[in-house]
């Protein structure tokens, strides 16, 4: 089995979500930027200072355009490692309980709300959203 490639699967993307990011990080760019003082920028003493809500709404620009186009999981022979932007996630592939699919709106390393959630360990789960989730499904019961 270690002879196995490594595989990558992107992150199926949600119209929606995407929609929402850019609209969010739109409002927080150009309320920076244009120093419109729409409220975006309520934190005492960051409302006061253009230069600190410029570096701050291009920091978090920059964190979600990074989670956005870098959410990705790896399946090997040993693991599923899930990166998403700077964070990243090991499963053994020997603990993998179960898998189901699942559609929520809860926080995880998934781009889309049509989601995988994977059960593994005692009691531990994350949710993943492959762009080909079949594929995805095959490789990781049959390693």
Not at 65 to 89: N, S
Not at 111 to 119: G, Y
Not at 121 to 133: D, F, H, L, M, W
């Amino acid at each position: 089995m270690s002879n196995q490639q490594s595989l990558r699967f992107t992150s199926k993307k949600s119209k929606w979500l995407s929609v929402f990011l850019v609209l969010v990080m739109g409002v927080v760019l150009i309320d920076a930027i244009g120093g419109l003082e729409w409220g975006v920028f309520m934190i005492p003493g960051l409302s006061n200072s253009y230069i600190a809500k410029v570096i701050f709404a291009v920091v978090i620009s920059a964190l979600v355009g990074w989670i956005y186009f870098g959410t990705r999981y790896i399946i090997d022979h040993e693991e599923l490692k899930i990166v998403y932007g700077p964070f990243r996630k090991r499963v053994p592939l020997d603990q993998i309980r179960r898998v189901e699919e699942v559609k929520d709106i809860l926080q995880a390393p998934a781009l889309s709300f049509d989601r995988l959630e994977i059960h593994y360990g005692t009691a531990e789960s994350i949710k993943v959203s492959p762009k080909n989730k079949s594929l995805f499904l095959k490789e990781i019961g049959s390693r």
